[in-house]
């Protein structure tokens, strides 16, 4: 990866955007398909972007304003056409940690505002700098992990509202057990409207036209039964007013910035892990290509800007995305209307949502959280058939979301990416002897223990020059004691142009080996970049004339030129034994 300084920030515009006559014009006109998307995904908004704000401790006004301009800024600039940038659970409560770990109010307008900003910045910055493939690094199953945990954070975020009962314990773990063996202390009224809740959901997602706004379904009917039968339960107007108007302009905090720096970086993180999946599970319909740079640079846009107006950090939502795919988006149109429709309906009938009962939100976040969980069933499985290594991780990670602040957990997951990555990396190289068949094709074999003498060898190296992967290399060059007039030809046509030190050592120390031995070493394929290293190492000159065999066009015409000097090599070395 080039990374030039310093850095072309590329600002394009959207390529769903058409030039005509030096001027940038809008696309065709939203489909009605677009139309009916982003009105569903704006109504889906309220119950979701309530509750996540819910879960994490902010006002449910801010998850509401998330699905605002984030999304309409989100969809005018991002490279996947179809993704949904807004409020996510795991942005939400990785926000609310950070926030709570700098020893600041979460409710606080200006903090809010400074760390959305933050998060924005760090997402252009990471964008400008072309840094999408990062994401790649980060292993599946510790955002398996990660996401799962997150998913149990949700579930445990919402036992008081649910239920009327609050554990009493830190650890998610300990806190779910609590709340399932205290059934006895749960609240009557609050636990009934939660659990009809749960099944006015569960009826609507059996029709198959009313799935995708089956949780706003829910809301509006057991809110609208609660109100006409005057149940007293907690009312989302008792925790904070909503007023019926557009997000105002939010000033950012400027005394805070030291504060949620570095908490900035882990949430940026973790919604650009989350947004990376996007692009592989909904591919654009126009048949342009995703880019994981210009969606960073996207989302950085919208953080930037929504952190303005009253935002809470944002990110590319993989539910979000989904309803609007599932109600028919097939432009960038339906994220845009999303947002614009979503603003209406709070201009026009916000207030009403300060009557939604608390219990309805905590059973439409248990049903979240379960089907997160739910869904991962089938990756979990995977993982734990597929690799020790990979389960060990999955499940660390699991455990460091329900027991350390999020932005730990998220730390300690990349070091966990990173470990998996080295090791598989160090795994996959490997050394293979070539024979040549009479037919003129080429067979693989295992490498010699030992040198033959008086013979030509053909080893490939096929690696990464990675420095854990190399005394495992180094043990299976064959030996060469005893290796009287022996060659060995180490293809290392697929080694990377700027090869790691230790490696360079080891083929010094080998080659010497051999050359003490009576033998010779020869390195064939050799790309120009590592030649220049070994000619400035010295390798070259220890190798002698004829050590190092460039790389030519055809795969294996270097190796045969070494096999050809190599047995000249070895008749002259007879000769002069014999002269």
């Known amino acids: 990866m080039h990374l030039s300084w310093p850095p072309r920030v590329h600002l394009s515009w959207p390529r769903g955007l058409r030039k005509t006559g030096g001027r940038r014009t809008w696309p065709g006109r939203p489909t009605p398909s677009d139309v009916g998307s982003g009105a569903v995904t704006g109504l889906f908004s309220i ?8 879960i994490a401790g902010f006002n449910p006004v801010a998850g509401l304003y998330a699905g605002v301009v984030p999304a309409i800024v989100g969809s005018l600039t991002s490279r996947t056409v179809l993704m949904v940038t807004t409020l996510t659970s795991a942005i939400a409560l990785t926000s609310q940690s950070v926030l709570d770990d700098a020893g600041l109010d979460p409710r606080d307008a200006g903090h809010i505002a400074t760390l959305t900003l933050l998060v924005g910045a760090v997402m252009l910055l990471m964008g400008a700098l072309r840094l999408g493939a990062v994401m790649t690094f980060v292993s599946n199953a510790v955002m398996i992990g990660f996401s799962t945990g997150i998913a149990l954070q949700i579930i445990t975020g919402v036992p008081k509202d649910a239920t009327g009962y609050r554990p009493r314990h830190g650890n998610k773990l300990a806190q779910l057990v609590d709340w399932l063996v205290h059934v006895p202390d749960w609240q009557g009224t609050t636990t009934a409207v939660t659990a009809v809740t749960i099944a006015v959901w569960a009826c609507a997602r059996t029709v198959k036209r009313l799935a995708s706004v089956a949780l706003l379904i829910a809301m509006v009917v057991t809110s609208a039964g609660v109100a006409v039968l005057s149940v007293d339960v907690p009312l989302v107007g008792g925790i904070a007013s909503i007023p019926a108007s557009l997000p105002n302009f939010s000033a950012p905090d400027l005394s805070a910035v030291p504060a949620l720096a570095v908490g900035a970086v882990s949430v940026a993180l973790v919604a650009l892990a989350q947004a990376a999946g996007i692009a592989p599970a909904e591919p654009n319909p126009d048949g342009s290509r995703s880019d994981a740079n210009g969606d960073f640079r996207a989302q950085g846009y919208a953080n930037l800007l929504g952190g303005l107006f009253q935002s809470l950090p944002s990110g590319g939502s993989l539910s979000r995305t989904g309803v609007a795919v599932s109600s028919g988006a097939r432009t960038r149109w339906a994220g845009v209307i999303s947002g614009v429709f979503l603003a209406l309906v709070v201009l026009v009938c916000g207030s009403l949502a300060e009557h939604i009962p608390m219990p309805v939100i905590g059973g ?8 997160l969980i739910w869904g991962r069933r089938h990756d979990v499985r995977l993982v734990l058939r597929t690799s020790r290594l990979s389960s060990a991780a999955m499940v660390l990670t699991f455990l460091a979301t329900t027991e350390l602040p999020l932005q730990q957990a998220i730390v300690l997951g990349a070091v966990l990416s990173l470990l998996l990555y080295c090791v598989q990396v160090a795994r996959q190289a490997k050394l293979v002897a070539l024979h040549r068949t009479e037919g003129g094709g080429w ?3 295992d490498p010699p223990h030992r040198l033959p003498p ?55 120390r080998y080659a010497r080996r051999v050359t003490e031995a009576g033998g010779r070493l020869v390195l064939a394929g050799v790309q120009p970049p590592l030649a220049r290293i070994l000619e400035e190492s010295g390798l070259s000159e220890q190798l002698g004339e004829g050590g190092v065999v460039p790389a030519e066009p055809e795969l294996f015409a270097a190796v045969e030129k070494a096999i050809v000097d190599g047995r000249r090599w070895i008749a002259e070395q007879q000769r002069q034994r014999n002269p």
């Open 47 to 54: 119950p979701e972007g309530m509750a996540y704000a819910s």
């Open 364 to 371: 439409l976040i248990l049903v979240i959280g379960v089907e």
């Open 443 to 445: 067979r693989v074999d």
């Open 454 to 508: 008086d013979t030509v060898t053909v080893v490939d190296y096929a690696g990464s020059s990675f420095f854990a992967e190399l005394p495992r290399i180094e043990s299976e060059l064959p030996s060469p004691e005893g290796a009287r007039r022996a060659v060995l030809v180490l293809v290392v046509r697929a080694l990377p142009d700027v090869p790691s030190s230790t490696l360079v050592g080891l083929l010094g």
